[in-house]
Nanobody, 125 residues
């Protein structure tokens, strides 16, 4: 059974930092590209970042570019999202997701077969 577990969410002040981790089980971590998405209250889930299998191709949403960093450690079977300079509008539930195809772009939710349960990130002003 595939399980994706996010951790590291919580409360931060504007300008602060948090790091999310996602450690899956039940699938070969290094064979997947990984993405982070988020869903704010009353809004649709949106793309945040994506990293390829080898970590060489990375995409970011414009809203987080320059502030967030996605990375992966294939030896630890973990994907990370480092979030700096947080803003209140970053408040959302953050989800990690796995894509079995290591192709360019693929930023839409439908490309991801497996999803975590979500981690709440709240940024106060």
């Amino acid at each position: 059974q595939v399980q994706l577990r996010e951790s590291g969410g919580g409360l931060a002040q504007a300008g602060g930092s948090l790091r999310l981790s996602c450690a899956p089980s039940g699938l070969p971590f290094s064979s997947y590209a990984w993405g982070w998405f988020r869903q704010a209250p009353g809004k649709e889930r949106e793309f945040v970042a994506r990293i390829s299998r080898a970590g060489k191709t990375i995409y970011y949403a414009d809203s987080v570019k320059g502030r967030f960093t996605i990375s992966r450690d294939n030896a630890k079977n973990t994907v990370y999202l480092q979030m700096n300079s947080l803003k209140p509008e970053d408040t959302a539930v953050y989800y990690c997701a796995a894509d079995s195809l290591n192709l360019p772009q693929r930023l839409e939710m439908g490309h991801y077969a497996y999803w975590g349960q979500g981690a709440q990130v709240t940024v106060s002003s």
